[in-house]
């Protein structure tokens, strides 16, 4: 065979593979309507070893996994009922695991692969025991780890340097060594609702290192007072579902940057009338716990949740101890159903906040343990275009999908430029 031949040749496979790639990733595009951003094929493809062509043969791709011409650094092994973890090339940056049924974190498998980014183990079978010891923290490029919905009963440690956002919900932690976080210094966030963690496993030490941190989830663990020691850059806490029955005087004086808190379902009673002076704080849930009283409401504060408590009597002189026309409250929602009021709170509400747009009564409780509906004045009605005000960081609050429909609901205050009014 003469040499242009066996160049036409050569053409002609590069061709046909081409065209049969082409055809495939066609189909397949039809075939799952998903857009490519959460891509999961539902079928073993192996473009690499059938049908490869060059670029991605050179490059690899594990067997059992998908790597979307596309995205090339990226490779789907998830949803596969994988119980092993498949050796990683070292192109790699994003690889996803979750829903499969690992067990183990193996070094074997990542040998190579030294470029990840961002690993997601999510809802996986793995314990705490069969992660071999460093396997993390030798990827100093991870920025973002998931092993959420996982068996594992201890914090993963050692962790890289470079993380950024680690998320471990829904596991069984219950230990945390005290320096696991201390090499944690670009950690801004870090999930850890639905665990076991008591608050002897949170000292002042485990937080003392990490200095971004913005947001941490300790929601649905067992904890019975505020976790100390935290950083000052927190601006988003959620702590609900746990047991804390108190908050000691000074807890926020270093954590003025808060902007978020969420604590309700928990056991809160009494708390010092000023605890929430903070004024870079928005949105504050206390709602499902034992408060008997309001405390003062700061400045910035738009969304306060206090139902299910035992308040009697809304004084809105502590709430709001002096009138600074020039320096308006922001608070706009506050919800009250299920306390013990026996009447509306104080009409004094909408002069000292005078943003309020609604105030939700719903049912009260009273002593005898019936509930009861409050009458309450309308003074104001909303027109259509002021609704869209209502539309902050409320994403992901159940509430505000409710609010909507109840605006028309005889127990909703409902005002709007009260200072017009009056
Ligand atoms: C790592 O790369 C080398 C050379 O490319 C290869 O021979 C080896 O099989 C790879 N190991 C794993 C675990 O992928
Ligand atoms: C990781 O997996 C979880 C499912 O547990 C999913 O919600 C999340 O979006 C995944 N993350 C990425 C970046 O794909
Ligand atoms: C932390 O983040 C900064 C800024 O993104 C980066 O320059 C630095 O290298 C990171 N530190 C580590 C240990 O990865
Ligand atoms: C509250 O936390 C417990 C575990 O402490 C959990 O079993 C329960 O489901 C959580 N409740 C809610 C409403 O999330
Ligand atoms: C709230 O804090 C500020 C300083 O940050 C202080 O001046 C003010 O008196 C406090 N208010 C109350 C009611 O404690
Ligand atoms: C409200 O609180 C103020 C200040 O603590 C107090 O002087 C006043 O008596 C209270 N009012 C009611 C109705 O409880």
Redo the contacts with the bound molecule.
């Keep these: 065979m003469s040499f242009l031949s066996t160049v036409s040749v050569l053409f002609f496979f590069f061709g046909v593979k081409v065209y049969c790639q082409y055809e495939i990733y066609q189909w397949d595009e039809e075939y799952d309507p998903v857009s490519n951003e959460d891509y999961e094929p539902q079928f073993q493809f192996n473009p690499n070893v059938e049908y490869g062509i060059p670029y991605q043969h050179m490059l690899g791709c594990a067997r059992e996994c998908f790597c979307p011409i596309n995205f090339p650094s990226s490779m789907y092994c998830d949803n596969r009922r994988l119980k092993t973890i498949p050796n990683i090339p070292t192109h790699i940056q994003q690889l996803y695991l979750q829903f499969n049924d690992i067990e183990a974190v193996t070094a074997s498998a990542f040998t190579n692969a030294t470029n990840l980014r961002e690993i997601n183990l999510s809802h996986n079978k793995i314990k705490s025991q069969k992660i071999d010891y460093g396997v993390f923290a030798k990827f100093s490029n991870l920025l973002q780890l998931h092993l959420e919905h996982n068996d594992l009963e201890e914090f993963p440690f050692p962790l890289p340097k470079s993380l950024e956002r680690l998320l471990l919900g829904y596991n069984e932690i219950s230990t945390l060594q005290t320096n696991a976080m201390d090499e944690l210094v670009n950690l801004t966030m870090l999930d850890l609702c639905?665990n076991h963690l008591q608050d002897s496993m949170l000292t002042e030490k485990h937080f003392a290192k990490t200095e971004k941190l913005m947001q941490l989830n300790l929601c649905?663990?067992?904890l019975e007072s505020m976790p100390p020691g935290l950083p000052s850059s927190l601006m988003y806490l959620s702590l609900e579902?746990n047991s804390i029955s108190s908050i000691p005087e000074k807890y926020f004086s270093r954590l003025s940057k808060l902007h978020t808190l969420r604590m309700s379902?928990n056991k809160l009673q009494d708390i010092p009338y000023n605890i929430f002076n903070l004024s870079n704080l928005v949105e504050l849930n206390v709602g499902h716990n034992k408060l008997k009283q309001a405390f003062y409401i700061p400045r910035n504060l738009e969304h306060l949740y206090l139902e299910n408590n035992e308040i009697e009597n809304v004084n809105v002189t502590v709430m709001c101890p002096f009138v600074d026309p020039l320096q308006q409250h922001h608070l706009t929602y506050l919800r009250v159903d299920q306390n013990k009021l026996k009447e509306p709170i104080s009409s004094y509400i909408f002069f000292c906040f005078p943003r309020i747009h609604s105030i939700y009564y719903g049912e009260q409780r009273s002593i005898d343990g019936q509930t009861i509906q409050l009458k309450t004045q309308v003074f104001g009605r909303f027109q259509g275009e002021e609704e869209e005000e209502e539309d902050h960081d409320d994403h992901d609050n159940p509430h505000v999908s409710q609010e909507s429909e109840e605006h028309l609901a005889p127990h909703y205050y409902e005002i709007q430029e009260w200072q017009g009014i009056i």
Excluded: L
């Design positions: 639905y649905s663990n067992r579902n379902h």
